[in-house]
Each structure stands twice: as structure tokens, then as C-alpha cells.
């Protein structure tokens, strides 16, 4: 059997490699995994189970469901003052498809996509599916791990085209201000960059306040929010998320999607309906306790030696700096790993500006967090011996 060239040197990621070998230990503590420990809300999941018993159990519409669209245009609306319409909706198979269709939709061989690093991994592979070239703009911790309107403009080319941005982000679990990202608008508006803002945890603010990209003057009509009910929502198995954006991009990528897809799980629309509309208080009492936990973990590592750790803005994501330790990304979460028996992630797997950092999710019960962070302490001192 032949494969495609393209794919013939096809590996694991980093990420995948850490994922496997942690699912291989029985006493791992996992700070790996970006999942909230929350089952879905019983209302919800009894809401799936009624609309399948009412028939809602055939083909639904390519785009989504007309009134589940407008369900995602009320939920950004209320919340964030984003105002669209249902035309410029389009409901996923998760929050990851998005990234497929709009690239897809968008990339001529060579063209390039600026991603904003460091950031969610998978975005390399798609881009480089999509036969685009993946432009890394590297981020400092000093810069809040945002990019600079004057570092993207030294990386644009004629060959630009997408810039990717991610607030609150995967990996760092910062949050961009309105100053920052009207900066980067101005770069984006000047040469012309469709902008792909991951706001898939616009529900997990501590630090300022959530801004859509798109609801900057000027933005709307050149941004593709990717959103979902994964995080907010605790609906990860469920696989639903959305793209909000113009509608002739939107048009194009439903095109594409029904030939990958042919729509999304009908039952599982008519939950994200009920979803969307009726958990608000929900979420914020998820957001308040993993700012708790958030809370405990920075505080924690923060008394390790050679560790330092910003504190909680948003996400469920933590990007503690590992280097005084002596050690690299991957030898630390390796060696936590392995002789810790914490999973966690090296930040250098989110492009290379990551490196002498470590991703911790803080997705697990307070126990857990509290048992990991005692083994963590326990090993970062036998580092220093």
C-alpha cells in the first residue's frame, strides 16, 4: 500500500507521545489533559435523549440547525456585545474542525499563516495538510505572550495571508487586552490577514474581561471566531462547536464540510440549544473553582525552587517557567513523569518559544492537584541536590 508522499514521514507529536506513555501509568497524576473534570450538566444530556425520542434522529442541515445558530448569535451577543446573524453561523464537529474548513476555504499551496506561538499544536499539522506554510511568530513571556504589532509586521510577506490568535490562550492560559489586540487589528487591516481568533475559552476569565476579535471596528468583516461547548460547557465527548465569521467564508466552508461530515450529531444540536440558553450561572460557578485550583497550583509552584509562575488569568491552563531548574521542557516533564508520576506537557511542543516552560492543566478535583504538586515538589528537589 502506497501513502501519500506528503504524509510518508507522518510521526506522533510531542504531545501525543507524553499522552500515550501517561495513559500507560496507573498512579499518574494527569495535569496533561485540557478536559474539565465536569460530567455534562443532567438537563442537558436529558435534553439530547428527548429530542432523539421526538424524532430528531435524521439528516439535519449542513450549516446547523437555523435556531441553534442563532442560539451561538444570542450566547456571544448577551454575553460579549458580538452581534451577528444566523447566516454567519456554521455548527462543527468540534471546535477543531473550524480550523480544517477555514483553511481549507482559504489556503492556496504556499500561502502563508502566521500563528501567534505559542499555541495549540495541532494547528502546525492542519496548516501543513492544507499544503500553507506555517509562519511562527515567537511571543515573550515579558510581552504577556502576546505578539507586538511591530514583531508581526516584521514577519508578513506577500505571501500572508491568515494570522492565528488564541485569547484566553492554549497553551499560557493568558488573557490579550483590548490594547493588544487593537495593535494587532491594525496590522491585520493594513495588509489585508484573515485573522482566525481560537476563543474556545471565552467563558474562563479571571484577569480583565473576555473581547471578541471580531467586535473591534473593522474586525468583523475579516475575522472567523472558533468557539464550542467543549470548555464552557463540558461537552468535550460531544464533539460540537461553531465558527462565527463573514458569510461568504461561512458559505464556502459549509460547502466543504458537507462533503466531510455531511452536518453535525442532530441530537447533540438540540442540547448545545438548551445549552447555550440556560447555563450561564453554570459556568460561572465552573469558572470560580478552577480559578480556585488555578490559584493553588501557581501558589504552589511558585515556593519551588527554580520554578516561577504567573498568576491565573484564564483558561484552565497554567505556563510556569521551568528553567531555573537546569532542565530543558522535555527533560522536566519527562522526568516528572517518570519519576513523579505527574503528566504534564513541555511548552516547547507549542512551538519553540515554549521551551523552558511546562503546560499544566488544572482540570482535576483539588486532591488530585494537591498529590501532584506534592510530587512535584518532591522532585524539582531532588533536581537540586
Given at each position: 500500500?502506497?501513502?501519500?508522499?506528503?504524509?510518508?514521514?507522518?510521526?506522533?507529536s510531542?504531545?501525543?507521545?507524553?499522552?500515550?506513555?501517561?495513559?500507560?501509568?496507573?498512579?499518574?497524576?494527569?495535569?496533561?489533559?485540557?478536559?474539565?473534570?465536569?460530567?455534562?450538566?443532567l438537563?442537558i444530556?436529558?435534553?439530547?435523549a428527548r429530542?432523539?425520542?421526538?424524532?430528531?434522529?435524521?439528516?439535519?442541515p449542513?450549516?446547523?440547525?437555523?435556531?441553534?445558530?442563532?442560539?451561538?448569535?444570542?450566547?456571544?451577543?448577551?454575553?460579549?456585545?458580538?452581534?451577528?446573524?444566523?447566516?454567519e453561523?456554521?455548527?462543527?464537529?468540534?471546535?477543531?474542525?473550524?480550523?480544517?474548513?477555514?483553511?481549507?476555504?482559504?489556503?492556496?499551496?504556499g500561502?502563508?499563516?502566521?500563528?501567534?506561538?505559542?499555541?495549540?499544536a495541532?494547528?502546525?499539522?492542519?496548516?501543513?495538510?492544507h499544503?500553507?506554510?506555517?509562519?511562527?511568530?515567537?511571543?515573550t513571556?515579558?510581552?504577556?505572550?502576546?505578539?507586538?504589532?511591530?514583531?508581526?509586521?516584521?514577519?508578513?510577506?506577500?505571501?500572508?495571508?491568515?494570522?492565528?490568535?488564541?485569547s484566553p490562550?492554549?497553551?499560557?492560559?493568558?488573557?490579550?487586552t483590548r490594547?493588544?489586540?487593537?495593535?494587532?487589528?491594525?496590522?491585520?487591516?493594513?495588509?489585508?490577514?484573515?485573522?482566525?481568533?481560537?476563543?474556545?475559552?471565552?467563558?474562563?476569565?479571571?484577569?480583565?474581561?473576555?473581547?471578541?476579535?471580531?467586535?473591534?471596528?473593522?474586525?468583523?468583516e475579516r475575522?472567523?471566531?472558533?468557539?464550542g461547548?467543549?470548555?464552557?460547557?463540558?461537552m468535550?465527548?460531544?464533539?460540537?462547536?461553531?465558527?462565527?465569521g463573514?458569510t461568504?467564508l461561512?458559505?464556502?466552508m459549509?460547502?466543504?464540510?458537507?462533503?466531510?461530515?455531511?452536518?453535525v450529531?442532530?441530537?447533540?444540536?438540540?442540547?448545545?440549544?438548551?445549552?447555550?440558553n440556560?447555563?450561564?450561572?453554570?459556568?460561572?460557578?465552573r469558572?470560580?473553582i478552577?480559578?480556585?485550583?488555578?490559584?493553588?497550583?501557581?501558589?504552589?509552584?511558585?515556593?519551588?525552587p527554580?520554578?516561577?509562575?504567573?498568576?491565573?488569568e484564564?483558561?484552565?491552563?497554567?505556563?510556569?517557567d521551568?528553567?531555573?531548574?537546569?532542565?530543558?521542557?522535555?527533560e522536566?516533564?519527562?522526568?516528572?513523569?517518570?519519576?513523579?508520576h505527574?503528566?504534564?506537557?513541555?511548552?516547547?511542543?507549542?512551538?519553540?518559544?515554549?521551551?523552558?516552560?511546562?503546560?499544566?492543566?488544572?482540570t482535576?478535583s483539588?486532591?488530585?492537584?494537591e498529590?501532584?504538586?506534592?510530587?512535584?515538589?518532591?522532585?524539582?528537589?531532588?533536581?537540586?541536590?
Amino acid at each position: 500500500m502506497k501513502f501519500a508522499e506528503r504524509y510518508s514521514a507522518l510521526k506522533p507529536s510531542p504531545m501525543l507521545k507524553l499522552f500515550m506513555a501517561a495513559a500507560a501509568d496507573t498512579d499518574v497524576a494527569h495535569l496533561e489533559i485540557g478536559e474539565p473534570d465536569f460530567t455534562t450538566e443532567l438537563d442537558i444530556i436529558d435534553e439530547a435523549a428527548r429530542a432523539a425520542k421526538d424524532g430528531y434522529t435524521h439528516y439535519g442541515p449542513i450549516q446547523g440547525y437555523a435556531d441553534v445558530r442563532q442560539a451561538v448569535c444570542d450566547y456571544w451577543d448577551r454575553r460579549y456585545g458580538l452581534k451577528s446573524t444566523p447566516d454567519e453561523v456554521q455548527m462543527m464537529a468540534g471546535g477543531v474542525q473550524s480550523v480544517h474548513l477555514a483553511l481549507q476555504a482559504l489556503l492556496d499551496p504556499g500561502d502563508e499563516v502566521i500563528t501567534a506561538e505559542p499555541c495549540f499544536a495541532p494547528y502546525f499539522d492542519q496548516i501543513y495538510q492544507h499544503q500553507g506554510k506555517a509562519v511562527h511568530l515567537a511571543t515573550t513571556e515579558e510581552d504577556g505572550f502576546v505578539p507586538t504589532a511591530e514583531a508581526l509586521e516584521k514577519v508578513i510577506t506577500p505571501r500572508s495571508k491568515v494570522l492565528m490568535i488564541c485569547s484566553p490562550s492554549n497553551p499560557t492560559g493568558r488573557v490579550m487586552t483590548r490594547g493588544q489586540m487593537e495593535a494587532i487589528a491594525s496590522v491585520a487591516e493594513k495588509y489585508d490577514l484573515t485573522v482566525l481568533s481560537d476563543e474556545i475559552y471565552d467563558s474562563l476569565v479571571y484577569k480583565g474581561e473576555h473581547i471578541p476579535f471580531a467586535a473591534l471596528p473593522g474586525m468583523k468583516e475579516r475575522t472567523l471566531t472558533m468557539g464550542g461547548l467543549s470548555k464552557s460547557h463540558c461537552m468535550t465527548g460531544w464533539r460540537i462547536g461553531y465558527a462565527i465569521g463573514p458569510t461568504p467564508l461561512i458559505r464556502t466552508m459549509t460547502l466543504l464540510g458537507a462533503n466531510q461530515t455531511y452536518g453535525v450529531n442532530v441530537p447533540t444540536q438540540r442540547a448545545a440549544l438548551y445549552a447555550l440558553n440556560t447555563q450561564d450561572d453554570k459556568m460561572a460557578e465552573r469558572a470560580e473553582i478552577f480559578f480556585s485550583r488555578l490559584s493553588y497550583v501557581s501558589d504552589r509552584l511558585n515556593a519551588m525552587p527554580g520554578i516561577c509562575c504567573a498568576k491565573p488569568e484564564g483558561a484552565f491552563y497554567l505556563f510556569p517557567d521551568i528553567r531555573g531548574t537546569g532542565k530543558t521542557s522535555e527533560e522536566f516533564a519527562w522526568g516528572l513523569l517518570e519519576e513523579g508520576h505527574v503528566a504534564t506537557l513541555p511548552g516547547s511542543a507549542f512551538g519553540a518559544c515554549g521551551q523552558g516552560y511546562i503546560r499544566i492543566a488544572c482540570t482535576q478535583s483539588m486532591e488530585t492537584l494537591e498529590k501532584a504538586m506534592d510530587r512535584t515538589e518532591n522532585y524539582v528537589r531532588t533536581l537540586k541536590k
